[in-house]
């Protein structure tokens, strides 16, 4: 099941294969820090002996969601059990992992990776009657919203042109068959750039994946084989390079990493030092909004 599978209206939040908000028990009152852009940081610095500053980078921070609701018209049989439920759904983990956290809002589902980080649980004189406000707070490291659908595009190496006119020259004329293959077009219908994953699968040798628009590359050494039944795989957001799950930064030479610009379809082109039909270029992505 994909995460956001569950949801079927506006107001609704699936979280841990659970559906909150609308047509459920705990109804949305108020949502806070979805749509909202996240607090910035930056580097601005002073203007020596003059008024200002001179801007430096503006990023986003870390984006926090809130979730307010209420719970009504429970039975007062099941309200407890739907409490109890409640602070299971929301009990924090072990270790450290966010989860997939997405709302449909306008028609619209948008997903982040977060972590349940505040839970309110409102206890007064209703308690009793199956009647309790309450909340939940989320963070996320990444502030951007992402589609649930994930995108996925491949391409082999360009193919080696055939053999064009042979002289001397005598109709019918064959002018042979150009290069087929060597790229793919990813398109970002987001507003803020995606970073897509990228993966080689063998057998290729010196793989390069050039942004056709900027010339921005990533060449890996030319002479190291990736064999058949091996992958190498680049996650561009996070800058880490792996050859069949262990690290293989060591292998990429140069280090031009670029993003999916939001509204703009994405050229990138597949060469390496030799040409395999097997060898396979697969890029992973989804749009990205703030």
Known sequence: MT????????????????????????RLTKLEGWLDLTEMRGDDYDRPSRHGMYPGASLMGKRVVTFSFLVKGVPLAQFQS?????????????????????????GQSWMTMAR?????????????????TGAIRWEATDPRLYSPAEHVLTTPLASPATTGLKFPVQAPFDFGTGPTGGFLTATN??????????????????PVITNHATGERLAFDPTVPITAGQSLVLDTDQRAVTLNGGNASNLLLTRGWFPLLPGTATRLD?????????????CRWRDAAA
């Open 3 to 26: 995460a956001g599978d569950l949801i079927t209206a506006d107001g609704q939040l699936e979280w841990r294969g659970a559906l909150l908000g609308s047509a459920t028990p705990f």
């Open 82 to 106: 739907m409490v109890d439920w409640m602070r299971a759904l929301t009990a924090p983990v072990e270790q450290p992992v966010e989860q997939p956290l997405v709302i449909r809002l306008g």
């Open 116 to 132: 349940c980080k505040g839970r309110t649980l409102n206890v007064d004189k209703y308690y009793a009657l199956g009647y309790t």
């Open 189 to 206: 219908t987001g507003s803020v750039a995606s970073w897509p994953t990228l993966q080689i699968d063998g057998p290729v040798t010196g």
């Open 270 to 282: 597949f060469t390496a030092s030799s040409y395999d039909p097997a060898a396979l270029l697969t």
